[in-house]
């Protein structure tokens, strides 16, 4: 045995070696290129709408693999780090970013790692592109921060908006304790559903559950006693669909909404036809194609490119290949590869034309939308149902 | 073969003045990233969380698995009382803070001590009842307090305080890598002298044989008690320093995993011995970095090696601390510590073993 | 509280202490012969749950059939454990072998990550388990309410081989005395094997059962249960078979009262569980059913 395993441990040196130097000779390229950090969660908690992040920022390279800088062409290379979902992982695997010398930054989904990535970034001087992060943390206060896609003090009055309007007067909220999105989605949720329906009393139910738990009748069967119109559950995709269902096997009727990660379809495969009916509001729809040529563009390219591997377009991948595209933008405009020049150049974008709308960043860095899509599913698919727009 | 003493302590003198040389370098960016940096630092707090740990474990004989709400205690009392007044606001957002503290600023090192403090007090009232457990319900029991600590920060009723959920962040970093180092440095010293003062032998009476011990006149409870106490002191300097190292602190990086990381460090280095642990926390820290490439698709040529993907870094790692926890038990060191004796000794016995192995072919063909 | 929801919850709490007590019993046994926390016991759980989507949603087993191979495989993984990783440490130091357990729960849990990614998969549905029953203005899948009843009739089927066949004394034998049963003639490595299969075969169980209600695996979702378990098996009185079912059921009721009658107490449910755990410790260490052992020297 213990020679085994000593040469075990040889074979596991030996190959951690032959790989270094594989690694190392492929970047003996002789054209110019440009180094673009992938901050995502690959692994963890967050593992899977990482990947989908990550999908349509490797799509929106193939679409693009090339800038011209200052009349150069440089190829541009996808410098990847799985920040696990964990905060003290992430700062690694932030400065693993640093040190490989990228220009920019693009991710991460989950707000909590980009927020200790973010001042590291700071330091570095390194501008950074959320696609998903909807915290407002994550920009505030950081100047090298930027974002895609909306925030959630916007979400949640969105989706209390939406609530009321079909007629809700009370509401129960559940979040996960420890989880700061969850817990400020839910948060604003509150905010905006009593300054909406004018009642202090509309939350009748506020409840919060543990990062791994997976039993939650007890806690659903509080917020059934107060009978509430509607259920907001902002919560990661691994806790939804439990919840879910759950709380239809105990016969919770009224409709349950979550935010911006229930747009899976994990959610579906896993909640099974308990999950018809439930709402959420994200940040795009194949719906829109028709919106703009981009768009059209984008749907049709993707839907190709994933070959069947989703059901439908996340709206993450559509998020991840804009803060890709905006981020190739603000590089040839700026003209450099240094960090501080393209961050002065993602100040100035203006009016540039994604495939989730226009976007303009404000003072904070965050892109100015005032849009989100609605969706519930139906028939065993996330179904369009409308566009809020709040001014 | 001994050395003499003189020559030892040039010997000494030339490594510490390398290293100080090598960190000054590292500091001002001749060699080295910022990234480098980063896990130099992290070694560091590891290697003063591990010794702190090991205190306990290795040397007091008591299996404690509290390491973890220590750390949480020290680095949120400097979280919360050193991020700047004006960004406050910011980082408590939805419940603004207490008003008591909401304009308390103290310095990093006031804040630090502050909270290995308040954790040595935490660690001695709940040391009362715990440590007459044995072994494996003492484990359990810590490991309870911990995730206990863990509990009441995360939740609403103290989030004017610890922010509950959301966390914190704007923590002033590091100005200089020789803050952490020093600090970790200093640490690491004082519990040395702790072991080697007739405190420290009574520990190891203690973990020897508890009841031989108690007959030979040794207060176990208080004993015990001490040795849990200044752990949960030095483990929660270390949280602190954690704190300033990710200029943020969150409820979630305080999970069992992180004492089970700790531990594994110590079985690495030996339990019972504090050179192992700092040159475990090194090789664990660095080795957990340096195995990342696993996590990247890797090509031979146009193939791809089809077991490259994430997370294959994580398996290889628990793989290497198994094989170390079933075929090398003692760790890197056993009980022993690094001495200039030990390295000579081990090259002069190398010589020798390979002398040995030459010669004895060349007898058979005789 | 009305009487609907207080019924609801007390089915609730019984249905997760029973799924509980089935994972609490590995724990116990193991306790009682190698004196050893397995820390990997809750990750086995875990396995299982992978075992059972791998046999009905990849290979389409019949869910009769798929039981079966679950729980053969969960045994052969528990045993290889006990083998590979706790049988080389027999004679070593009490630390050793329980740190090694912590490295096995390690690598079973990054190795998950590693083979299954770390989205959750969802849990497959068993013949008639999930159909929603309703009494009255109760209603929860079936398997709820089957859970307690499966347990129990495992509880006696366990007591009975303990206390009434020849294995069964030796087993009891070897948690006694270790050196005195081996000089007796007891095959000590057989009787450990057979412990451990026992309890990997009901994790397997209690995983199905687990899992059925709450139908999402990922690889830390046997950490909290595990934990959960083991302490269910101290309140119980470590070692002692019926106490681990007790335990159980007071840690699977005591959770869901908290909740239910304190609800801004919500996020103190597993902090909740070690209270209740120290408190038990501190003023009964020896479990509601232990036995006192005095420390030999």
């Known amino acids: ?391 | 073969m001994v050395l003499k003493k003189s020559t030892k302590a040039i010997l000494t003198t030339v490594l510490v003045v390398a290293a100080l040389v090598l960190l000054y370098m590292l500091d001002n960016g001749v060699i080295g990233s910022s990234y480098t940096v980063r896990i130099v630092r992290l070694s560091f707090i590891y290697a003063l969380i591990g010794v702190s740990m090991n205190l306990v474990n290795g040397f007091t004989g008591l299996f404690s698995l509290g390491q973890a709400g220590f750390m949480a205690i020290g680095a949120y009392t400097v979280g919360v009382l050193t991020i700047p007044v004006d960004l406050r606001p910011n980082v408590y957002y939805l419940k603004p803070m207490a008003e008591g503290l909401a304009n308390v600023e103290v310095p990093f090192g006031v804040a630090l001590l502050l909270g290995g403090i308040f954790a040595a007090v935490f660690a001695a009232l709940i040391g009362a009842p715990v440590l007459r457990l044995k072994s494996d319900y003492l484990a359990i029991a810590t490991l309870g307090f911990s995730e206990i600590i863990r509990a009441i920060i995360a939740n609403d009723q103290l989030a004017p305080i610890t922010n509950g959920s959301l966390g914190i962040k704007s923590v002033p970093g590091f100005t200089s890598i020789f803050v952490p180092v020093a600090i970790s440095v200093a640490g690491i010293a004082i519990m040395a002298l702790l072991i080697k003062s007739s405190y420290g032998r009574a520990f190891k009476a203690i973990r020897e044989d508890e009841i031989a011990a108690e007959a030979m006149g040794i207060n176990l409870f208080k004993h015990k008690e001490l040795s849990f106490t200044v752990s949960a002191f030095f483990a929660a300097i270390g949280g602190g320093l954690l704190a300033a190292h990710l200029t943020a602190v969150d409820s979630n990086q305080f999970k069992i995993m992180v004492t089970f990381e700790i531990l594994l460090i110590i079985v690495l280095g030996g339990m019972g011995s504090i050179t192992g642990t700092c040159i475990a926390a090194f090789a664990i820290t660095a080795g957990k970095e340096w195995l990342r490439f696993f996590d990247a698709p890797f090509f031979i040529g146009a193939w791809q090696v089809p077991l490259f993907r994430p997370g294959l870094r994580m398996v290889i790692f628990s793989l290497l601390l198994m094989a170390i926890v079933l075929f090398y038990r003692r760790g890197l060191m056993g009980t022993k510590e690094f001495s200039w004796d030990g390295i000579f000794n081990f090259f002069h016995r190398l010589q020798d073993e390979i002398r040995r192995r030459l010669k004895k072919p060349a007898r058979e063909v005789q | 509280m009305d009487l609907t929801t207080f019924l609801q919850n007390c089915v609730t709490g019984v249905s997760l202490g029973s799924a509980y007590a089935l994972i609490a019993i590995g724990y116990t046994m193991v306790y009682g012969i190698l004196r050893l926390i397995n820390f990997a016991h809750g990750d086995i759980f875990m396995m299982a749950g992978y075992f059972t989507i791998f046999a009905i949603t990849n290979f389409m087993l019949p869910w009769y059939v798929a039981i079966l191979v679950v729980i053969i495989a969960t045994v052969i993984l528990g045993a290889a454990i006990e083998r590979a990783a706790y049988k080389p440490l027999r004679e070593a130091p009490r630390m050793s072998i329980m740190i090694s357990a912590i490295g096995v729960s390690f690598l079973l849990v990054n190795l998950a990550t590693y083979l299954f990614t770390g989205l959750p998969r969802s849990f497959p549905k068993l013949g008639f388990l999930q159909h929603v029953y309703k009494i009255g203005d109760v209603s929860a899948p079936v398997v709820t309410f089957i859970t307690p009843v499966i347990t129990i009739v495992l509880l006696f089927v366990l007591i009975y081989l303990v206390n009434h066949t020849k294995m069964g004394m030796a087993m009891r034998a070897v948690s006694k005395d270790y050196e005195a049963s081996r000089l007796m003639g007891i095959e000590i490595n057989t009787i450990i094997t057979i412990t451990f299969i026992i309890g990997s075969a009901l994790a397997a169980i209690g995983a199905i059962l687990y899992f059925s209600p709450r139908p999402m695996v990922y690889p830390f979702s046997g950490m909290m249960p595990g934990l959960k378990c083991f302490i269910a098996a101290v309140i119980g009185g470590i070692g002692n078979i019926p106490g681990a079912v007790i335990g159980g059921f007071v840690i699977g009721i005591a959770e869901t009262f908290l909740v239910a009658v304190f609800p801004s107490m919500t996020g103190y449910s597993d902090a909740f569980t070690f209270v209740l755990l120290i408190i038990m410790l501190v003023f009964r260490p020896t479990g509601l059913l232990g036995e006192n052992i005095t420390e030999k020297v």
Do not use: H
């Open chain 1, 1 to 391: 045995m213990r020679k085994i395993s000593v040469l075990l441990v040889l074979v596991l040196v030996l190959s951690a070696f032959m790989a270094g130097c594989g690694g190392g000779s492929g970047d003996a390229d002789e054209a110019k290129v440009i180094k673009i950090g992938i901050f995502e969660p690959l692994t963890g908690e967050n593992g899977g709408g990482g990947a989908q992040e990550l999908d349509g920022m490797k799509y929106a390279n193939s679409v693009r693999p090339t800038v011209t800088i200052g009349g150069e062409e440089y190829t541009v290379e996808l410098v990847i780090s799985d920040n696990k979902s964990d905060k003290t992982e992430a700062a690694t695997a932030a400065n693993y970013l640093v040190d490989k010398g990228v220009s920019v930054v693009l991710g991460s989904y989950g707000s909590g790692v980009s927020i200790v990535a973010g001042d590291i970034f700071k330091e570095a001087g390194i501008p950074a592109i959320g696609a998903s992060c909807t915290n407002p943390q994550v920009t505030k206060g950081n100047e090298f921060y930027f974002r895609v896609c909306f925030l959630d003090p916007f979400q949640g009055t969105v989706i209390a908006n939406y609530a009321i309007q079909n007629g809700a007067k009370t509401a129960a909220v559940i979040t996960q304790l420890g989880d700061d999105y969850s817990t400020g989605l839910g948060s604003f949720f509150e905010t905006a559903f009593k300054d909406l329906t004018g009642d202090a009393n509309s939350i009748v139910s506020s409840q919060t559950f543990q990062q791994n738990q997976a039993d939650f009748n007890a806690i659903l069967q509080n917020v059934k006693s107060k009978n509430p119109d509607v259920v907001f559950v902002p919560s990661s995709i691994t806790t939804a669909p439990l919840i879910i269902q759950q709380a239809r096997d105990i016969g919770i009727t009224a409709p349950i909404m979550g935010g911006d990660t229930w747009e899976n379809a994990t959610i579906i495969e896993n909640a099974g036809e308990k999950a018809e009916g439930i709402v959420l509001s994200t940040f795009f729809d194949e719906g829109l194609a028709d919106s703009s040529p981009i768009t059209k563009e984008f749907v049709e390219g993707y839907t190709q490119y994933l070959a069947g591997r989703e059901a439908s377009i996340p709206a993450v991948a559509a998020l991840g290949y804009d803060a890709y595209m905006v981020a190739l933008d603000a590089i040839e405009r700026a003209g450099s590869t240094e960090g501080a020049a393209i961050r002065d150049a993602l100040v100035a974008t203006k009016d540039f034309e994604g495939v989730t709308g226009t976007i303009n960043f404000d003072e904070n860095g965050d892109a100015m939308k005032n849009m989100a899509v609605i969706k519930t599913v139906m028939d065993g698919k996330f179904q369009f149902l409308q566009v809020v727009e709040v001014k």
